[in-house]
């Protein structure tokens, strides 16, 4: 009769201290060296990480009041503005956004940086006056110890899999992938291959609404699916998909995270970025989610796209594997390309490692999701819609 556990069963053995628990890479080690039954038989969890720059990141702060109090309508945080239009003293800071006084060497990533590491931030905020908020200015220096609730909330990260970009035009052209050189001279990839988390599962079996996952040092969770979610992108024999499919709303404790595992990044004529460490983990149900999570590079496919042309409609140019990406180089039309990673898979691994700990010593537990991700949704696009 096939193996099969609960994640009940999983935490119970989490809370015992028995579990026994491997990264996405050291299950590969593990399959090869004792066969995929006896694995099945030991392991109970595997866990997976990325660490690369994510956009679509920010922070929802509550100030506290002033005395007058104040609505805040206009607020900046070491002059970067955070929107204001949500109550008298929340505000969301966006990692892209820009410094009104620095440009682009300085902007809501590294206020949230800032704000992490406990170093003092700048509060300036300014509104009409009314009745109830009578206040027209305030201004203050602020830390994560000093407000009340800051929570990140990410609404789109750890993308299933994502485009290499290369650059076939005649000018060097920088973007969010990096400075691409002309000619085809780089090609820039932004996937941590066979330890990302949504490749490890692609069905989103185990991952959902609700999944607890480490998420910049402090125990995180799944909020909902994340924005642009193209579960419905077409998939290789092994199920994966072959370029950018599914993403992750998330939302974590600013108040335990650790700096160590975000990194502000300025990305030469485009703006400012943010990195974050996300790890999580997937518990080994049946031999289906085992041979999941035995993925290698070579079985990951994704699409080689001409950022040298500035449509949305970007021009195919080959489909690659994460095994060539990652090899430093690849032969396309009988010319070798430099390849280069926009992740860091040095600190996926740390991050990896460092859930394993937790799960092993008992201090982090596995959660059922509370509803599925979509399985079959594309995505639209501004004008001229297509899906």
């Known amino acids: 009769m096939p193996k099969i556990r609960t994640i009940e069963e999983i935490n119970k053995r989490i809370s015992e201290g028995k579990a026994v628990v491997l990264t996405a890479e050291e299950i590969i080690d593990e399959v090869d060296e004792n066969g995929a039954e006896a694995t099945l038989d030991t392991v109970d969890v595997v866990t997976t990480a990325t660490f690369s720059p994510m956009c679509s990141s920010g ?36 990692a892209t956004q820009l410094s009104e006084t620095e440009g682009d060497r300085y902007g809501g990533a590294h206020v949230i940086c800032d704000l992490i590491a406990r170093k003092p931030v700048r509060l300036s905020a300014s509104s009409p006056g009314t009745d109830c908020y009578p206040r027209k200015r305030v201004e203050a220096d602020i830390s994560l110890d000093t407000i009340n609730e800051a929570y990140m909330f990410n609404p789109r990260n750890a993308y299933q899999n994502y485009a290499a970009a290369i650059n076939l035009s005649a000018e060097t052209k920088y973007t969010y992938m990096g400075t691409l050189r002309p000619f085809g001279a780089n090609i820039t990839y932004a996937t941590c291959g066979q330890l ?87 518990p080994i149900l049946d031999m289906e989610m085992l041979q ?57 691994r740390e991050i990896a490692n460092v859930l394993k700990t937790e799960i092993s010593a008992g201090r982090f537990f596995l959660t059922e999701p509370v509803a599925s991700l979509p399985g079959n949704q594309r995505i639209r696009n501004l004008e001229n819609d297509r899906t």
Not at 242 to 263: E, F, N, Q, S, Y
Not at 310 to 329: C, H, K, M, W
């Open 59 to 94: 922070a929802f702060l509550n100030f506290g009041h002033a005395d007058p109090p104040i609505r805040m309508t206009k607020t900046t945080l070491n002059d970067v503005e955070a929107y204001s239009g949500i109550a008298a003293v929340d505000a969301y800071i966006g």
């Open 196 to 282: 990302s988390p949504l490749l490890n599962d692609p069905e989103y079996r185990t991952i959902g609404i609700g999944t607890r996952l480490f998420l910049a040092g402090a125990q995180g969770y799944v909020a909902w699916q994340g924005t642009q979610f193209y579960s419905a992108r077409p998939r290789n024999a092994l199920g994966i998909p072959v370029g950018g499919a599914g993403t992750l709303a998330l939302i974590g404790d600013m108040k335990a995270m650790d700096p160590r595992w975000l990194r502000p990044i300025r990305l030469k004529n485009y703006g400012v970025s943010l990195c974050v460490g996300i790890g999580v983990p997937i």
């Open 292 to 348: 999941k999570v035995t993925i290698r590079n070579r079985d990951i496919q994704t699409l080689l796209f001409d950022y040298g042309v500035q449509n949305r409609d970007r021009p195919f140019i080959a489909t690659v594997d994460y095994e060539q990406l990652r090899s430093g180089s690849i032969r396309i039309d009988s010319k070798t390309i430099p390849t280069a990673p926009m992740s860091d898979l040095r600190k996926a």
